[in-house]
């Protein structure tokens, strides 16, 4: 007796970034059983993470449940966990959950999408000292820094130790750097002077940081001028060409064409560069893929792995024609891997290969001000980039959700000066200047 | 040569929940250097912080940052500390701010409205397992065990381990208890189903569990049945005349007439009862002040301390004819002492004693259910009951900033099924379930 069972090709989709929820989206009706594997419970909608840290949006207003997502696509399951690791013979994913369950995910099809972590180019003891921006965590740890900052100094008296807690120093000037830079401006001159009686928090230095010869290096050197231009007029110091060689609790030193120089400051931001994670090693070390730099896994025209027609790497993690490490890329070439596996299953021939529609690019410098390099050499600045990038950005949040609610709150911190995201909780609050306890308080909540 | 310089009266109030608030409040223009000290930068919105355990509000919805609140007031002054004593002769506040800097805030008047933590009824060990629900920090705390619940429950493969996780106890079913079982139903029944493939998220016991013989047993014996009933109704086991006897990492024991009992469960979460931090019993200690059960301070009429008229203590510290410790009589202290104050600067005479003025209480049971006792013997159930409590909670919220917000929140909430705020940091899902690990990621953020 034979019987034969018809069984589902696997794809398992290792990230929910960008990339990942692309790809896993557009197989949507494939005849395939799509798990899409993420280590948080969230998509983190990027762009908008800096808004987080800087109290305008909250944390559920860019980080929509993954589940919620993928609710409506039934050849679609999302599990929580990290992969660790890829058995490329055996075609096999292991991941952990958090606490350190272990499985593992056989598959027919794997697309990365593991995104890329902060590069600290060698010197990751500089971490702990100045976080990145990339994550959900990063943006809390963040917001509670620079929030904290402006307490602490007011409850000191000694004028040095109130200068170091009011300079924020922010190390690489691309468009996290930028619209960081610019959203702290804004809270020491706009959102916090009135709240303090001993500081003045507009006396709050914020410095910007990069190596290369102009912020947004990425840009068009004219956008580039009126970002630094505006970002001055802010209040901002800028200095390029200035290559950090130092971090620690207290400061940053850093390197100019006139010498060398240390900044006392205990507020640092790191958005220098990525890293890929280690995955990316281990899939490359198994399929002889080459690697770039950054450890990024180097695809072939159709974003496969050399040799490996069922492995896709797409998002942060890929590198393909110097193709930067933006939404625009990860969305179009999710969408791309995801439609190629379909035709495939399909039974139908090999698509063209992926070509990159370049939509333009923008950063916010502050409210009513942003730069935008558009195709065909078109640029925008000023309130016609802003309300541009305003349009753009909420037309892409996630549909139905907390679009409402982002919309009130842009309103309140553009229009008015507040700021409604501020609370920093205890547990933060006491994890961030642990080293300096000398008594804790007896009903803490965070110490239970 | 004699110089005459007035020294300018200085208030000293510890705590920035409702009691304190309002006591800084109403001192708004008299002659008098106000200190507000508060362990966090935020004033907790009380009766909501359960939205944001169950994922409705965001933090800073509830949490309004205590400078905004006082920054129009010029007498004022805002400053982030832990009182840790006072030195009742000498009249010296001492405070640590975040990392152990203390300070000392000398004062000619004190009110002490330093609110009230959880009381285990001295098994302290069941605090690790079974949080509490009354800062911010148990809210974020509470919001990710109760997702990464379901999450967990999708990964596991053995019955009875998904039966762990998927099982809710409460214990104590006053309004946050109730509030609580009824929002966790809801998040079973109506927020997660369809977003999961291998579990049933509607097959979750939600129970709740209290000591006496009624659920709300301060309200009247109807409302508690019309509560009781609407919570069955959602599918929340109630067992009252419960006795928790144990608490531990995988579940709770409790006894009833009909003996003892264990429930299997992961998710624990503790309502039951409040004990006054240690700072109350220095207080107390140094004035000879008396305090009832739960440590609170007696206090006079006047709500000052026998033999002390320069302390007062309010809110949910203070112990007066029985009074309960809710919003209400925080809110009505807090503005009493505050004229008491004032008008004793004025020169004034004492004005008459404190008299709470019952404006009724309420509980939501879910969605479009509450129950309300009014004064006079009235009563509110079902959706009037909601209404009424919908109203008033949007009235009292902080004017101005997020109520447009909020009300986009509840809208989504209470129309459809989404919870908006359900995004669970990488560091909490890694502590939550910390004793399991045995591999950690690779590039994980919160372990930088």
Chains 1, 2 share one sequence.
Do not use: C
Not at 344 to 357: H, I
Not at 379 to 389: C, D, H, Q, V, Y
């Amino acid at each position: 007796m034979e019987m034969t069972e018809k069984v589902q090709h696997r794809v398992v989709v290792i990230g929910a970034g960008f990339a990942g929820r692309y790809a896993a989206r557009a197989l949507r009706g494939a005849d395939a059983h799509v798990t899409v594997l993420n280590a948080t419970n969230h998509h983190v909608f990027a762009p908008l993470v800096y808004q987080v840290a800087t109290g305008v949006l909250s944390p559920g207003e860019v980080a929509t449940p993954v589940r919620e997502l993928f609710r409506r696509q039934d050849n679609a399951e999302v599990l929580l966990g990290w992969a660790t690791d890829v058995d490329v013979e055996g075609r096999v994913v292991t991941a952990i959950a958090p606490g350190g369950l272990p499985y593992q995910l056989p598959y027919d099809t794997l697309v990365v999408a593991a995104g890329a972590a902060q590069s600290y180019f060698g010197n990751d003891g500089f971490a702990e000292h100045a976080p990145g921006l990339k994550t959900l965590d990063d943006a809390v740890e963040l917001r509670a820094r620079i929030f904290s900052a402006f307490e602490m100094a007011e409850l000191e008296t000694d004028p040095a130790a109130v200068q170091r807690w009011l300079t924020f120093v922010i190390v690489g000037a691309g468009p996290t750097g930028v619209e960081l830079a610019g959203q702290i401006a804004e809270i020491a001159h706009r959102t916090l002077p009135g709240e303090y009686r001993r500081i003045d928090p507009a006396g709050a230095r914020i410095v910007l940081l990069d190596a290369a010869d102009r912020v947004l290096p990425a840009y068009r050197p004219r956008s580039s001028a009126k970002a630094e231009k505006r970002l001055r007029k802010l209040g901002v110091e800028v200095h390029v060409g200035a290559k950090v060689v130092d971090v620690d609790a207290t400061g940053v030193v850093f390197e100019t064409g006139a010498g060398t120089r240390r900044l006392e400051a205990l507020t640092k931001v790191w958005s220098a560069g990525v890293a890929a994670p280690s995955l990316a090693g281990r899939i490359a070390a198994a399929t002889g893929a080459e690697t770039d730099r950054a450890g990024r896994i180097k695809v072939e025209p159709d974003l496969t792995v050399a040799g490996h027609p069922e492995i896709f790497v797409v998002g942060d993690l890929m590198s393909r024609d110097g193709l930067p490490g933006v939404a625009q890329v990860a969305i179009q070439g999710g969408g791309y891997v995801g439609r190629t596996v379909k035709r495939r299953l399909a039974g139908r021939q090999a698509g063209r290969p992926f070509r990159y529609l370049d939509k333009g690019t923008m950063a916010v410098v502050s409210r009513f001000s942003a730069v935008a390099d558009l195709p065909g050499g078109l640029r925008l600045s000023g309130l016609a980039g802003w309300l541009l990038w305003l349009l753009v950005h909420w037309a892409y949040l996630p549909k139905g959700r907390n679009r409402v609610g982002s919309l009130a709150r842009w309103t309140v911190a553009f229009l008015g000066r507040r700021r409604p995201e501020r609370a920093v909780t205890s547990h933060q609050a006491l994890s961030r200047t642990a080293p300096r306890a000398s008594a804790e308080p007896d009903h803490e909540p965070a110490l239970r």
